[in-house]
């Protein structure tokens, strides 16, 4: 972003600089003290507003003081989602720490698929409900689903990838496409095998784990208000990544705990959005860590720390980082959410290294409420394959509300 285009945006919104750092600010009045936390001193400490680092360019560099004692660099890898790498954010003895403290406490398998207690037949409700689901993937809207439908049905309902030959042979084992031309029709759903899709789903899952959109294996660890030093410690350290960008305590005491993940070889997490793309009206809340089926996942940012090194593959992904014109269609045509396939075809891509962070915003701010405003859908990510050794990561989210409640 240039200069002159700064000065332009100063007439909706105010650039201040703290500590040599340049931050976009919605409020109408801003503070000057260093150490001062300007949302507090601007709104009720109860109802904060949001702030954001301003990256200056692609490749800049700002240094910074997050501990004591030393100096940490901050890395603008990409605008849009405004993305940052700070290497040596941990240190090895955190990171080994960390690591323990997740085999300690046991890590499970992340999956998706449901687990079903029989095979009883579906009533014809139940058909209807997932043929309905079903034929809500008819982009083209001729009356029936293609393979390509199918498949994006597959990815949404079950977070797996699956080819365009895996989807032929499941059209046949479950017999949906009678008629044999391609197509899925309402009629031809409606008399088709569902007990039998089931099954075939999890088949694959069992016998294909790499048709996963997530192979890996994952705990929790609570932060704040542990007695363990080492989290605690981290905690602090989150505390200043949160005070660059000028968010108030209140957004890290009703935050997530800290998520350990592990992925093994051929492990990864194809590309993903970490927070609801819009609010969902029909919640009650956001899910702050609590999830519900009626609440909404409302993480403003994500900081992602790596905790090993890992011999071979194992990068972060950002396929549409900074791209220009997005099409949503086009990028589930060509599949490029698919990171054993498209990982280095990514418009950024970030290389794993023991105690390196990288932090950007999935979220843009609401100038209305000064909350958390339109998703950034350049913030689609994802990790790619693991393809020697092991990958350990923990991811920190940092939530924020879309709109204040009136008993908030």
Same mark, same amino acid.
């Not at 784990?209 to 932060?223: C, G, H, N, Y």
């Given at each position: 972003m240039s200069r002159s285009l700064l000065v332009v945006v100063t007439i909706f919104t105010q650039l201040i600089s703290h500590?040599?750092?340049?931050?976009?600010?919605?409020?109408?009045?801003?503070?000057?003290?260093?150490?001062?936390?300007c949302n507090l001193a601007e709104v009720d400490a109860a109802h904060p507003n949001l702030f954001m680092l301003d990256g200056v360019e692609v490749g800049h560099v700002q240094e910074v003081k997050l501990v004591e004692g030393r100096v940490h660099q901050l890395i603008t890898k990409s605008l849009k989602p405004?993305?940052?790498?700070?290497?040596?954010?941990?240190?090895?003895?955190?990171?080994?720490?960390?690591?323990?403290?997740?085999?300690?406490?046991?890590?499970?398998?992340?999956?998706?698929?449901?687990?079903y207690e029989d095979d009883s037949a579906y009533s014809d409700e139940e058909k209807n409900e997932n043929c309905k689901d079903l034929l809500s993937n008819d982009r083209d809207s001729d009356g029936k689903i293609s393979t390509v439908e199918f498949s994006t049905f597959i990815k949404q309902e079950f977070s797996m990838s699956v080819s365009d030959a895996d989807v032929d042979m499941m059209l046949q084992k479950i017999n949906f496409d009678r008629d044999s031309d391609g197509l899925i029709s309402e009629k031809e759903c409606l008399k088709g095998n569902h007990v039998a899709f089931d099954k075939y789903m999890?088949?694959?899952? /069992? &016998?294909?784990?790499?048709? *996963?959109?997530?192979?890996?294996?994952?705990?929790?660890?609570? #932060?704040?208000?542990s007695t363990d030093l080492v989290l605690r410690d981290?905690?602090?350290?989150?505390?200043?990544?949160?005070?660059?960008?000028?968010?108030?305590?209140?957004?890290?005491?009703?935050?997530?705990?800290?998520?350990?993940?592990?992925?093994?070889?051929?492990?990864?997490?194809?590309?993903?959005?970490?927070?609801?793309?819009?609010?969902?009206?029909?919640?009650?809340?956001?899910?702050?860590?609590?999830?519900? /089926? &009626?609440?909404?996942?409302? *993480?403003?940012?994500?900081?992602?720390?790596?905790?090993?090194? #890992?011999?071979?593959?194992?990068?972060?992904?950002?396929?549409?980082?900074?791209?220009?014109?997005?099409?949503?269609?086009?990028?589930?045509?060509?599949?490029?959410t698919n990171l054993s396939i498209h990982c280095y075809d990514a418009n950024v891509v970030v290389r794993p290294a023991r105690g390196k962070a990288v932090m950007w915003y999935n979220h843009m701010i609401s100038n209305v409420t000064g909350l958390l405003g339109t998703h950034d859908v350049r913030s689609l990510h994802g990790g790619c394959d693991v393809l020697e050794g092991s990958k350990w990561i923990a991811n920190n989210w940092i939530n924020a509300p879309f709109e204040w409640k009136e008993d908030s």
């Open positions: 500590d040599g750092f340049f931050v976009v600010s919605l409020a109408s009045k801003t503070c000057s003290a260093k150490t001062e936390d405004l993305l940052f790498e700070i290497p040596e954010f941990l240190s090895d003895e955190e990171c080994e720490h960390i690591i323990k403290l997740a085999g300690k406490k046991g890590l499970f398998e992340s999956t998706t698929l449901p687990e999890r088949y694959l899952e /069992d &016998n294909h784990p790499r048709e *996963r959109t997530r192979l890996s294996k994952q705990t929790w660890l609570r #932060v704040t208000g981290l905690q602090r350290r989150q505390e200043k990544v949160i005070q660059l960008t000028k968010l108030p305590q209140f957004f890290i005491e009703n935050s997530e705990d800290l998520q350990v993940v592990q992925y093994g070889v051929h492990g990864h997490y194809h590309a993903h959005y970490d927070s609801t793309n819009e609010w969902n009206g029909e919640a009650s809340r956001c899910c702050f860590g609590n999830y519900s /089926d &009626n609440c909404s996942l409302c *993480r403003f940012m994500t900081v992602l720390y790596y905790l090993n090194d #890992v011999k071979r593959g194992g990068e972060t992904a950002f396929p549409v980082a900074d791209e220009k014109n997005i099409n949503q269609t086009e990028i589930e045509k060509e599949d490029r």
